[in-house]
């Protein structure tokens, strides 16, 4: 994107602004027509790639390949999205539909996007080297890596959602501790109690000749003899404050000196030479059951829709045989990828 402006394409934006996805699916801020323009971006790339698909057959083929994929990944969403959003709500997680199927979009975005990019290599292979056993091979993996990384954005996108708290119970949210920052403890307030000092002396000297005591504060210094006779009756002083007094032992281990690196009780706070330890927001202690339920609900996912590809092929269509727009359903998608490779 050059400067403010948003770009036309909303794969570029989920490319190149991906936390800025990421957070308005967590504001839920117009999912709807994300949702709407990652829903026409994919159908579109994915008739695409159909068509080159079924380009290996004939013209019919391609075209009806270019209505069925798009088909395919939107059945798988709508077969499987149901769990994923019972799944988050039987653990705790607070995620709303819109949010569910605007993440889902988002892996079905990237992996469509990828899948189409691909094309002009497959188009390449289709001209170049017409085998049909290496160009379903070659295909499959395509969409097979494609799917992975799309995935990968799935996966990202959940991680951003627990950072926020939206996959932990709103009860276990509730009955968080709050951290409190509570404050050091300032230093002892100074009290200036009254020290009996003789007029013109100095504290701590006896009284002598019967001079009458004079009460002065704690910390009070009188001014030295150097500095000249002090008139009758009167002392200069300049005060001073009286240093805290800091224990020398540790009062909660008798006997023992304060560790390295501590500070006595009486210390005023911006004495201490720690902080607070900074609170780290967004780190987990332990993967909440959402996340790992994502997972199993990918691997589900995959199955749904390897077997309902199957159900709706063919989609590049044996040269061998006539157009047909279904086949019998017989066997399985993993038994057919083996006897390809096998017959290589």
Known sequence: MSGDRPSPLVIERILRDRQGIWQ???????????????????????????????????????LTSALKLPLLFLVTLAICLPTLYLF???????????????????AITVTSMLAVAFAPISLFFLITAPDYGFFKLLN??????????????????????????LLAPATAAANAPAQVSVPAASAPAQVNAPVAVTAGGTPGTATAGGAEPVAVPAGAAVAS???????????????????????????GQPGTAFPPGMVPPGYPAQQRHWGNPPVRRGEPTQRPASMTLLYIWILLFGFVGTQLAWTLRPFFGDPGQDFSLFRSIDGNFYAEILRTIANL
């Open 24 to 62: 308005q699916i967590v504001a839920e801020g117009d999912l709807n027509a994300l949702t709407g323009r990652m829903l026409a971006s994919s159908a579109i790339a994915l008739a695409c790639y159909g068509a080159v698909l079924g380009a290996f057959h004939s013209p019919l083929m391609a």
């Open 88 to 106: 988050n709500l039987v653990f705790g997680a607070r995620l709303s539909v819109r949010q569910s199927l605007a993440l889902v979009m988002v």
């Open 225 to 251: 003899a150097a500095n000249g006779a002090a008139p009758e009756g009167t002392s200069a002083t300049t005060t001073a404050p009286a240093p805290a007094a800091v224990p020398a032992q540790w009062g």
């Open 140 to 165: 499959v993996a395509i969409l097979t890596l494609s799917a992975l990384v799309g995935l990968r954005f799935l996966t990202g996108g959940m991680q951003v959602l627990n950072d926020h708290g």
